[in-house]
Antibody, heavy 118, light 111 residues
Framework: QVQLVQSGAEVKKPGASVKVSCKAS????????IHWVRQAPGQGLEWMGR????????NYAQQFQGRVTMTRDTSISTIYMEFSSLRSDDTAVYYC???????????WGQGTLVTVSS | QSVLTQPPSVSAAPGQKVTISCSGS????????VSWYQQLPGTAPKLLIY???KRPSGIPDRFSGSKSGTSATLGITGLQTGDEAVYYC????????????FGGGTKLTVL
């Protein structure tokens, strides 16, 4: 069965960077795009960007350009999202999600809480 | 401010039917597929509807989706207490170059 398993919670200081991983299993990882979506406490879903695990090509949301970097290691079926220059309002749960045939997020990771606090 | 507009909350009694609206524009809903997601408290979003009106395997036919012009609707019949969750619509927006945009979410309360 398809699974996306994310790394554990992180606590970071303002100005630091965080790298969250998303390990895919149950399907051919290079065949599907992976998106990253975040959710601040009590708020809605916010799209951050997408990576092609096949080519490594990326598309980032305008508001995160310059702070977010998505990479992959296909040898271990793992996708990474690195987020830099963290601020307190970056405190959120970060999700990875697989893109299905109709642009939908058909499978989601369990989420990774990133807390930014001094 | 979300790109897609949903009502903040809806409510209905067990066994009843409810609809949740999602309003957009020609650059998003009017020109792309709509998906719907259910987010139970403390969990990740779960896909309910894709391609406007299709259900993934395992999603009961109590859940339905429709799209007309620049708006979409999620319908839930035979409401159960387990349906209490936040529901999000999602699609693509060509004007923002955003591959995914979402509504602000609708909290469903089953009274």
């Amino acid at each position: 069965q398809v699974q996306l398993v994310q790394s554990g919670a992180e606590v970071k200081k303002p100005g630091a960077s965080v790298k969250v991983s998303c390990k895919a299993s149950g399907y051919t990882v290079t065949a599907y795009y992976i998106h990253w979506v975040r959710q601040a406490p009590g708020q809605g879903l916010e799209w951050m960007g997408r990576i092609s695990p096949n080519s490594g090509g990326t598309n980032y949301a305008q508001q995160f350009q310059g702070r977010v970097t998505m990479t992959r290691d296909t040898s271990i079926s793992t996708i990474y999202m690195e987020f830099s220059s963290l601020r307190s309002d970056d405190t959120a749960v970060y999700y990875c999600a697989r893109e299905g045939q109709w642009l939908e997020g058909d499978y989601w990771g369990q989420g990774t809480l990133v807390t930014v606090s001094s | 401010q979300s790109v897609l507009t949903q009502p903040p909350s809806v409510s209905a009694a067990p066994g009843q039917k409810v609809t949740i609206s999602c309003s957009g524009s020609s650059s998003n809903i009017g020109n792309s597929y709509v998906s719907w997601y259910q987010q139970l408290p403390g969990t990740a979003p779960k896909l309910l509807i894709y391609d406007n009106n299709k259900r993934p395997s395992g999603i009961p036919d109590r859940f339905s989706g429709s799209k007309s012009g620049t708006s979409a609707t999620l319908g839930i019949t035979g409401l159960q207490t387990g349906d209490e969750a936040v529901y999000y619509c999602g699609t693509r927006d060509s004007s923002l170059s955003a591959l995914w945009v979402f509504g602000g979410g609708t909290k469903l309360t089953v009274l």
